[in-house]
């Protein structure tokens, strides 16, 4: 990509981390790859895959200048993709991990000049419902406090700590807990920063605004609505089908 491409960035540079191979999904592919049960969306079916329901919301968005989608080397599937000839994305190598996949691209992004002030949002490749509406709230809310956000959704079950055999050994108030969801989003130094450091002490983090907080820095949570699911094992995919279709509808 030349260099002027990335100085006439106004927006968003969206990262993609998929380069997992889905363990716990139990299927021949990485789940990013299974199709999400057809839908009609429009005059047409929907016939898509997990990843291209997850990508083609960022790229059809006017507030997101670049997707770095970062895949395995190994990955057999990525080519496939309804959008991989799409202007606005870019593919990059994935690492061991999430957290050294979203690294190589955060490298990529600093190896071409990118502005340090550019917001980044990483978002996890299998969460392809994430709705419009959340992601133009997610930016709006970082433009104002000018500080990491993340989508997020308050915790509705009641909550307990068990020890190794199960047994419950604490009951945990929940009026102050949230699931951090994605899209996540910082700017580029603070976000390469944080990621940078956790790698090089080795600190186990699950998400960006864990490694951002490590490096205290302090975090947002913007809430989301109960749309935005994870896909984790195969019967997500069924409602991941009934919540797009929806979407579609309304």
Not at 66 to 84: A, R
């Amino acid at each position: 990509m030349p260099y002027s491409e990335i100085d006439n960035i106004s927006g968003c540079v969206a990262i993609v981390p998929a380069a997992g191979v889905g363990r716990r999904f139990f299927s021949d592919i990485p789940k990013q790859y299974s199709i999400i049960p057809p839908f009609k969306l429009g005059e047409r079916s929907s016939k898509k895959c997990v990843l291209d329901f997850t990508l083609s919301l960022l790229l059809e968005s006017d507030q997101i200048d670049k997707v770095i989608l970062v895949v395995s080397n190994k990955d057999q599937y990525y080519s496939n993709l309804k959008e991989i000839e799409h202007k606005k994305l870019v593919i990059v190598d994935g690492g061991v991990e999430r957290i050294n996949s979203v690294h190589n691209a955060l490298k990529y992004l600093f190896d071409i000049g990118i502005n340090a002030n550019v917001p980044v949002l990483v978002h996890d490749a299998v969460r392809p419902c994430l709705s419009k509406h959340d992601l133009n709230l997610l930016i709006k809310k970082y433009n104002e406090l000018n500080a990491p956000c993340f989508l997020s959704s308050k915790v509705s079950d009641s909550i307990k700590r068990v020890d190794e055999s199960g047994q419950v050994i604490e009951n945990v108030e929940r009026d102050d807990l949230v699931r951090a969801l994605t899209p996540q989003i910082a700017k580029f130094k603070d976000l390469n920063k944080a990621i940078s450091t956790v790698i090089q002490n080795d600190v186990l983090v699950t998400d960006e605004i864990a490694a951002l907080i490590n490096c205290d820095y302090s975090a947002n949570a913007v809430p989301s609505n109960g749309s935005n699911i994870k896909i984790t094992y195969a019967e997500d995919l069924e409602l991941a089908s009934e919540i797009l279709s929806r979407a579609n509808k309304s």
